[in-house]
């Protein structure tokens, strides 16, 4: 018989990116928590790549803050590099990405998990998943026995996991660690649908054999934003990272030997990541690229290992290196971890709610790479929102759910439970209808007030965002009554930037709209300029110039708002609807829309049978 070890208001399986937030959060809430990890020291492990953030990426990591997470916060403090990219976009696009000292991070998140109270942390691997009554029954490999009333299932790449080298494979978690093989088959025999998929990583390099002198460097940014909106102190750019290509020599080695990969062979069975391609996937699928992008990246300040991001592969270990020794300043290089492919169960997230919640089994509730998704931000994104359900759930409270028109997370899920997807899922700004409103820039104003309502952001933090919305609001009013004289150097600068000059005086409020112009180009024909942080100055900028395209996006928010309060009922029975197609039916059937608004979204639920349900609605007084 297991022996009883102990009864939790919320269980999470796994300590990576959405076990931790997943663990964090519900037990922020109050409710009594546990989280087990096969291995204590692979907590918040960065098996990938050493860094956080990225193209809308970073998007999500300042929402995770703004709702009261802790990944920014974390990355803030183990930055090597911060970069904003896509500065030559508009602030759509602006996203945050930043170098991280991988095993600091580590450290910090575990010691972070350690310090929260109604949360304990365990070592120990689940091989088994049962629901009794009302409760979830989790035993280890060491026969003990613990009860949830929910449990949260992040095992990222662990669940079956497999490595793929050349023509070696073996079960094996990422970094050497254990697979969990057992729960994996506790999943199966409970009734949930596992399917396969797969990633990778490059090999590592000793930065002591990497020929720098003939590699671009590239600097952080000189004016550093933070992840954390809550940052005192910005983080400092403390390390370059470096830029080289491949070549036609690379080409042909990888070219000659794709018969000894195991993606090409057919022995890897998973499907892989478009956007996050191998190497030799990219040299297949672009063949008429001459070449592509390398960047090598510091993994920390106390270690020489460095990363070659671009360079995935699951070629065999002496093809790797003929590859990688044909890449300039990588000529001698000495590898220290090779690369792999990795494959591994998740869930098709078809099978999940809003809340993350499993349509099927109640109080069990998925949470990043487990999902479907692919990246440390995605699943952290999914393991706060999770954890909140989960505790909410167990507490008897309402459910939390995020609107695709507020947030990069709400789209994320929202993607995830309605369209689901055949291949690891990666956010991208293109996925939201509305990202000229959903910029990283104001994930605090959309996000922190919804934070402190639900009970993770503090009163000091939340009057904080008050005196930011103060000042904003005072400094749009100054500037839309601020006139500016003509003068020889005004004109000058006009003109310079192809923008007629002025003859009479001008609101600055208007000047600020004019193409080419911005508020840092105006500022010392403002005399009366108050000292106020960047961030203010940014979002009265941002709110002037793109005015009339972020109220035609309001607008839709609103008709789209509208839509998502028309709720479904959770026991209507689709094929009882006599109009609908087929398809519509079976689709709503096994996805079970909350609202006509998710309806709506469905692939192959087309306008004309959301206009059948409206009707059906009002006919049946619904």
Not at 266 to 272: F, L, P, R, S, T
């Given at each position: 018989?297991?022996?009883?070890?102990?009864?939790?208001?919320?269980?999470?399986?796994?300590?990576?990116h959405?076990?931790?937030?997943?663990?964090?959060?519900s037990?922020?809430?109050?409710?009594?928590?546990?989280?087990?990890t096969?291995?204590?020291?692979?907590?918040?492990?960065?098996?990938?790549?050493?860094?956080?953030?990225?193209?809308?990426?970073?998007h999500?990591?300042?929402?995770?803050?703004?709702?009261?997470?802790?990944?920014?916060?974390?990355?803030?403090?183990?930055?090597?590099?911060?970069?904003?990219?896509?500065?030559?976009?508009?602030?759509?696009?602006?996203?945050?990405?930043?170098?991280?000292?991988?095993?600091?991070?580590?450290?910090?998140?575990?010691?972070?998990?350690?310090?929260?109270?109604c949360?304990?942390?365990?070592?120990?691997?689940?091989?088994?998943?049962?629901?009794?009554?009302?409760?979830?029954?989790?035993?280890?490999?060491?026969?003990c026995?613990?009860?949830?009333?929910?449990?949260?299932?992040?095992?990222?790449?662990?669940?079956?996991?497999?490595?793929?080298?050349?023509?070696k494979?073996?079960?094996?978690?990422?970094?050497g660690?254990?697979?969990?093989?057992?729960?994996?088959?506790?999943?199966?025999?409970?009734?949930?649908?596992?399917?396969?998929?797969?990633?990778?990583?490059?090999?590592?390099?000793?930065?002591?054999?990497?020929?720098?002198?003939?590699?671009?460097?590239?600097?952080?940014?000189?004016?550093?934003t933070?992840?954390?909106?809550?940052?005192?102190?910005?983080?400092?750019?403390?390390?370059?990272?470096?830029?080289?290509?491949?070549?036609?020599?690379?080409?042909?080695?990888?070219?000659?030997?794709?018969?000894?990969?195991?993606?090409?062979?057919?022995?890897?069975?998973?499907?892989?990541?478009?956007?996050?391609?191998?190497?030799?996937?990219?040299i297949?699928?672009?063949?008429e690229?001459?070449?592509?992008?390398?960047?090598?990246?510091?993994?920390?300040?106390?270690?020489?290992?460095?990363?070659?991001?671009?360079?995935?592969?699951?070629?065999?270990?002496?093809?790797?290196?003929a590859?990688?020794?044909?890449?300039?300043?990588?000529?001698?290089?000495?590898?220290?971890?090779?690369?792999?492919?990795?494959?591994?169960?998740?869930?098709?997230?078809?099978?999940?709610?809003?809340?993350?919640?499993?349509?099927?089994?109640?109080?069990?509730?998925?949470?990043?790479?487990?999902?479907?998704?692919?990246?440390?931000?995605?699943?952290?994104?999914?393991?706060?929102?999770?954890?909140?359900?989960?505790?909410?759930?167990a507490?008897?409270?309402?459910?939390?759910?995020?609107?695709?028109?507020?947030?990069?997370?709400?789209?994320?899920?929202?993607?995830l439970?309605?369209?689901?997807?055949?291949?690891?899922?990666?956010?991208?700004?293109?996925?939201?209808?509305?990202?000229?409103?959903?910029?990283q820039?104001?994930?605090?104003?959309?996000?922190?007030?919804?934070?402190?309502?639900?009970?993770?952001?503090?009163?000091?933090?939340?009057?904080?965002?008050?005196?930011?919305?103060?000042?904003?609001?005072?400094?749009?009013?100054?500037?839309?009554?601020?006139?500016?004289?003509?003068?020889?150097?005004?004109?000058e600068?006009?003109?310079?930037?192809?923008?007629?000059?002025?003859?009479?005086?001008?609101?600055?409020?208007?000047?600020?709209?004019?193409?080419?112009?911005?508020?840092?180009?105006?500022?010392?024909?403002?005399?009366?300029?108050?000292?106020?942080?960047?961030?203010?100055?940014?979002?009265?900028?941002?709110?002037?110039?793109y005015?009339g395209?972020?109220?035609?996006?309001?607008?839709?928010?609103?008709?789209?708002?509208?839509?998502?309060?028309?709720?479904?009922?959770?026991?209507?029975?689709?094929?009882?609807?006599?109009n609908?197609?087929?398809?519509?039916r079976?689709?709503?059937?096994?996805?079970?829309?909350?609202?006509?608004?998710?309806?709506?979204?469905?692939?192959?639920?087309?306008?004309?049978?959301?206009?059948?349900?409206l009707?059906?609605?009002?006919?049946?007084?619904?």
């Amino acid at each position: 018989m297991p022996y009883f070890s102990g009864e939790y208001d919320v269980a999470v399986i796994g300590a990576g990116h959405a076990g931790i937030e997943a663990a964090l959060s519900s037990a922020r809430l109050g409710a009594k928590t546990v989280c087990f990890t096969i291995s204590l020291d692979m907590i918040g492990n960065m098996p990938c790549n050493p860094s956080i953030g990225g193209t809308s990426k970073g998007h999500l990591v300042r929402e995770i803050d703004a709702l009261g997470g802790e990944m920014g916060i974390a990355a803030d403090k183990n930055t090597l590099q911060n970069r904003m990219l896509n500065l030559g976009k508009g602030p759509a696009v602006h996203s945050l990405r930043a170098q991280i000292d991988r095993r600091e991070y580590a450290k910090y998140m575990k010691h972070a998990l350690e310090n929260q109270e109604c949360l304990d942390l365990i070592q120990a691997e689940i091989v088994s998943l049962n629901k009794n009554g009302n409760l979830w029954e989790l035993t280890t490999m060491l026969d003990c026995l613990y009860t949830a009333k929910c449990a949260v299932i992040a095992t990222g790449t662990f669940l079956d996991g497999k490595i793929y080298v050349g023509d070696k494979s073996f079960s094996s978690g990422p970094d050497g660690t254990f697979s969990a093989v057992k729960l994996s088959e506790s999943l199966k025999n409970t009734g949930v649908k596992l399917r396969r998929f797969k990633t990778g990583t490059p090999s590592r390099v000793n930065k002591r054999s990497v020929d720098f002198s003939s590699l671009e460097p590239q600097y952080g940014d000189e004016r550093v934003t933070p992840f954390s909106f809550d940052c005192e102190t910005p983080p400092k750019n403390l390390l370059p990272c470096y830029v080289t290509y491949t070549n036609d020599e690379t080409k042909r080695i990888i070219t000659e030997n794709l018969d000894r990969s195991p993606l090409f062979g057919g022995a890897i069975e998973g499907v892989g990541p478009r956007y996050c391609p191998s190497i030799e996937d990219k040299i297949v699928r672009f063949a008429e690229k001459e070449r592509h992008q390398i960047f090598i990246e510091p993994c920390g300040l106390d270690t020489e290992e460095m990363y070659l991001q671009g360079l995935s592969s699951s070629l065999p270990v002496d093809v790797q290196e003929a590859f990688i020794h044909s890449i300039k300043g990588l000529e001698n290089a000495k590898i220290m971890r090779n690369a792999y492919a990795i494959e591994y169960d998740c869930v098709d997230p078809l099978s999940l709610k809003p809340t993350l919640e499993f349509l099927d089994y109640e109080g069990l509730f998925g949470a990043g790479q487990f999902n479907g998704s692919s990246g440390y931000e995605e699943a952290a994104a999914q393991g706060l929102v999770a954890g909140i359900n989960a505790a909410f759930k167990a507490q008897g409270k309402a459910p939390f759910i995020l609107e695709r028109s507020g947030s990069y997370i709400g789209t994320l899920i929202d993607d995830l439970v309605t369209k689901g997807c055949n291949e690891p899922y990666r956010m991208m700004t293109s996925r939201s209808e509305y990202r000229l409103v959903l910029r990283q820039d104001n994930a605090d104003i959309r996000l922190t007030e919804i934070g402190y309502n639900i009970g993770l952001i503090n009163e000091g933090r939340y009057n904080k965002l008050l005196k930011k919305l103060e000042l904003i609001k005072a400094e749009r009013k100054r500037i839309e009554n601020t006139v500016i004289a003509p003068s020889e150097g005004i004109n000058e600068l006009l003109v310079s930037r192809e923008t007629s000059a002025l003859t009479t005086g001008c609101k600055l409020s208007e000047l600020i709209k004019r193409p080419q112009l911005g508020y840092e180009l105006l500022t010392e024909f403002d005399k009366n300029r108050p000292d106020l942080p960047y961030e203010i100055f940014e979002q009265v900028e941002i709110e002037l110039k793109y005015e009339g395209y972020i109220k035609r996006q309001y607008a839709l928010i609103a008709e789209t708002r509208r839509l998502e309060k028309r709720l479904l009922p959770e026991n209507i029975d689709y094929n009882k609807i006599i109009n609908l197609r087929t398809e519509a039916r079976e689709k709503l059937n096994k996805i079970r829309p909350l609202s006509i608004g998710q309806a709506s979204r469905i692939s192959g639920v087309s306008p004309a049978d959301i206009s059948v349900l409206l009707i059906y609605l009002k006919e049946e007084k619904l």
